[in-house]
């Protein structure tokens, strides 16, 4: 059974950092592109960061762009989310994702939920003024 299983959330203050991670199990994700995703409280799932299979992509959320940084080890079967310089609106629920295909998506990841077929439980960050 594959499982995503996000970790590192918690209540931080503004201008904090946490490192946000998500722990693969049941099936390798090395040639696959991961995403990170988040749900704000009364608001739709949003992207925020994706990595292709081996690192060499990166694609961020204007939102986010240069405060977070995404990441992987592929021999852990494990994504990070470092994020920094963290704000009151980037408290949500993160979600960590997986895509299944190993062509075109997985060099350049989707920005789209619909790019992913793997998701975890999510793991609850709030960021306090």
């Known amino acids: 059974q594959v499982q995503l299983v996000e970790s590192g959330g918690r209540l931080v203050q503004a201008g904090g950092s946490l490192r946000l991670s998500c722990a693969a199990s049941g099936r390798s994700f090395s040639t696959n592109a991961m995403g990170w995703f988040r749900q704000a409280p009364g608001k739709e799932r949003v992207f925020v960061a994706s990595?292709?299979?081996?690192?060499?992509?990166?694609d961020y959320a204007d939102s986010v762009k240069g405060r977070f940084t995404i990441s992987r080890d592929n021999a852990k079967n494990t994504a990070y989310l470092q994020m920094n310089s963290l704000k009151p609106e980037d408290t949500a629920v993160y979600y960590c994702a997986a895509d299944a295909s190993t062509y075109y998506s997985s060099t350049y990841p989707s920005r789209r939920e619909s790019g992913y077929d793997y998701w975890g439980q999510g793991t609850q960050v709030t960021v306090s003024s």
């Open positions: 990595i292709s299979w081996n690192g060499g992509n990166t």
